[in-house]
């Protein structure tokens, strides 16, 4: 057994959480999220280069945590989630431990926040190479021909919403696209409907987004959408000079007004 297993067992046996949330085996080689509630379930749990999803979206999901004190299998991306749900008071310090997977294949117990930014400042935050890539041959784009590869790709949305069901951040109960009085965004995926809705879910997540690349990995039509949050993450951090997911008293930027603003939008 792995210490990732031993580890999940005895915090279940000693009853410090009551649900590990974690990886396990699919069907055909594939990974799927794997939630352990005793200590025999904890055997199920595994970690290796599939396990890509980012299981913070699951820390606020009243499914699981009404569970009671859950830990998290964790990779970096994970771990930045939790530092930003915190950040936004969506988890309290104490409430989660994460087991960390380090990149030397050792496996950490982080009860604190403190412990997850340390444990993440020493850690470098990069793109993968695939999408450092499409990211640089997007910004090189004139903006009318990257206006218009954003409308052919989002033309294709076909309204699942998976890339909201993958994110972390995304946690409301009832999202925008959802109310219907007044109706802010129609239902019906077509191409204006189609580009309100991802111009909206990129602004809710600019300053907020973890760059965990999750939402573009689960739309089942292959729109790279998580490089629209992620390229705003990265505006965000040329102009402020911060990550989201790294501090845990961090602000968003760009819902954060101060008195000393200077205002010269206004008009
Ligand atoms: S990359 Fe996508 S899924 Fe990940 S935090 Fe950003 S918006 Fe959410
Ligand atoms: S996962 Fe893809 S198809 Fe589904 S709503 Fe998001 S962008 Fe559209």
Same mark, same amino acid.
């Given at each position: 057994?792995?210490?990732?297993? %031993? ?7 000693? #009853? ?22 005793? %200590? ?9 280069n599939?396990?890509?999803? /980012? ?6 999901k ?7 004190k ?12 939790i ?22 294949? %050792? !496996? ?71 109310? /219907? ?21 990129a ?6 987004? !973890? ?29 402020? #000079? ?26």
């Open positions: 057994m792995s210490k990732l297993n %031993d580890i999940a067992r005895q915090l279940l046996h000693c #009853g410090e959480v009551h649900v590990v949330i974690g990886y396990g085996e699919g069907f055909n080689g594939r990974i799927r999220p794997t939630f352990a509630f005793t %200590d025999n379930e904890a055997d199920k749990l595994l970690f290796d599939r396990c890509r999803q /980012n299981l913070a979206s699951y820390l606020c009243k499914e699981i945590v009404s569970h009671g859950p830990a998290i299998v964790a990779n970096i991306h994970t771990l930045r989630g530092i930003r749900l915190a950040a936004e008071k969506q988890i309290a310090d104490g409430n989660v431990i994460a087991i960390v997977m380090t990149s030397e294949g %050792d !496996v950490r117990e982080l009860h604190k926040l403190e412990d997850m930014e340390n444990f993440l400042s020493g850690t470098p935050l990069q793109l993968n190479e695939t999408d450092r890539i499409m990211l640089d041959k997007l910004n090189s784009m004139t903006v009318s021909d990257r206006w218009k590869f954003w409308q052919e790709e989002i033309g294709n949305c076909i309204r699942c919403y998976a890339c909201r069901q993958a994110c972390p951040l995304c946690y409301c109960t009832q999202c925008t696209v959802e109310i /219907n009085c007044p109706q802010w965004i129609p239902v019906a995926p077509y191409k204006m409907s189609n580009m309100e809705w991802h111009i909206m879910r602004m809710h997540l600019s300053g907020r987004c !973890v760059e965990c690349g999750q939402c573009g990995a689960a739309c089942p039509v292959n729109i790279p959408i998580h490089l629209l949050p992620v390229r705003l993450a990265e505006e965000i951090k040329e102009r402020y #000079g911060t990550v989201s997911g790294t501090k845990r008293e961090e602000i968003c930027e760009m819902s954060s007004f101060l008195p000393e603003d200077s205002e010269n939008f206004i008009g």
